[in-house]
């Protein structure tokens, strides 16, 4: 009887340990034409150690799932655009946080030869 109850026992806890676990979705965008950014790398990090992180699709959309919850930092990178650090991002169980980031252009002068 014991050995048919202990794999749900198993299952339940394993089924809970996973449901805790919390996303982060959103859009990276340039802070002065309002376009997507496609293929920025976004970072969560904590303590300044990085947690997970995404690329971007083409149209500037990333999902970072599954995050234990929390609170983190969030760092977005690209190499046309000052990198941006977002602190104190909560992170919530079960629950799916929408980030959307506006980057600044890097824009560097090049000298005449």
Do not use: W
């Not at 969030?74 to 190499?79: D, E, F, L, N, S």
């Amino acid at each position: 009887m014991i050995y048919k109850i202990l794999p749900l026992f198993f299952l339940f806890i394993y089924i809970h340990t996973f449901a805790q676990e919390g996303t982060l979705k959103g859009k990276v965008t340039s802070k002065e034409s309002k376009e997507p950014i496609p293929f920025a790398t976004v970072i969560i990090e904590r303590g300044g150690k990085q947690i997970a992180a995404a690329s971007c699709d083409f149209d500037g959309i990333y999902t970072i799932k599954p995050i234990a919850p929390g609170t983190y930092d969030v760092k977005a990178t690209h190499i046309e655009n000052h990198p941006l650090t977002i602190q104190s991002v909560i992170i919530p169980p079960d629950k799916i946080t929408f980030l959307d980031i506006q980057m600044t252009s890097q824009v560097t002068q090049l000298q005449v030869v």
